[in-house]
């Protein structure tokens, strides 16, 4: 079912390789789990539900803090990465925080190859689809790991984002396509990191845009059954620089409060 990574994934693992130590030092969801915390929001508890005593796979868990959340809430939780410094430091977040949890490093699509048995819960969450090079290839293994019954969870921000640019203060303009093409976009300019502003990563990326009937279809052909969709009007990260804080760590358009989808989150089932 698996297979290697392509030369632009193994470009993308590079950067994630380069980015895990820093993110280490720049989440502040590594100190609110060494505090006794969790990373997770209230829209995923409540939309998840109780996990106590459930199995739950998190796919591109990256430095494992939503994984070691999941831990603290009851789960017994399995976190897979393909950067193996994104592992290791997921590894000794667990270690840290006393946290039970299996980390696996693997490529989402090479993951039947070393990882058996199946899952109350498959979740991934947060700036993970544009990484995907083959979405019904990755729906299929979602299932592949549901147990019948099963529930996969995604929150993610809304896809019509990868259409705009900031062109001034709040101004949004679609300056790309918001539907899917065959080759990724290619990104080699020097932007700093998401997380933290003073560290600017060497390495390029790679990324892949999907609709929402991309992702939906998707699903709907792995034979998952949508239980539910929801949007929301912030985001969890600074997509654009005229963006600011409205929760905590959540940032909006306070002039367009209320008015635009910047999330979306969906339950399936295995039916």
């Known amino acids: ?31 609110l789990l060494k505090a006794g915390g969790i990373a997770l929001d209230e829209i995923e508890l409540r939309e998840v539900g109780d996990v106590t005593g459930k199995t739950l796979l998190h796919l591109q868990c990256h430095i494992g803090t939503d994984t070691l959340s999941w831990a603290r809430q009851g789960a017994v939780v399995t976190g897979v990465d393909f950067s193996a410094a994104s592992i290791a430091a997921a590894r000794q977040l ?67 984002w990868n259409a705009f640019e900031e062109v001034d203060q709040g101004e949004l303009k679609p300056l790309y396509s918001y539907f899917h093409t065959t080759e990724p976009a290619y990104w080699d300019d020097a932007w700093p990191d998401y997380a933290d502003a003073s560290y600017t990563p060497q390495h390029p990326t790679y990324e892949w845009t999907w609709s929402l009937s991309d992702i939906l279809n998707a699903l709907f052909k792995a034979g998952l059954r949508l ?10 990260f600074k997509l654009f620089p005229g963006m600011e804080p409205c929760i905590e760590r959540w940032y909006h358009y306070p002039q367009h409060a209320g008015k635009l989808p910047w999330i979306f989150t969906l339950t399936a089932r295995k039916t």
């Open 1 to 31: 079912m698996g297979n290697a990574l392509t030369p632009a994934e193994q470009t993308n693992q590079a950067h994630w390789d380069e980015v895990a130590p820093v993110h280490v030092e720049a989440y502040e969801e590594v100190a």
């Open 227 to 236: 239980e539910a969709f929801h949007e929301y009007d912030r985001l969890f």
């Open 94 to 160: 667990a270690n840290e925080t006393q946290l039970p949890a299996t980390f696996i490093e693997s490529g989402v699509y090479e993951l039947p190859n070393v990882l058996k048995g199946q899952f109350d819960i498959v979740y991934t969450s947060r700036g993970v689809l544009c990484w995907l090079r083959d979405l019904d290839a990755w729906a299929r293994i979602v299932a592949h790991f549901l147990k019948p019954g099963g529930l996969f969870y995604i929150m993610e921000t809304h896809p019509m």
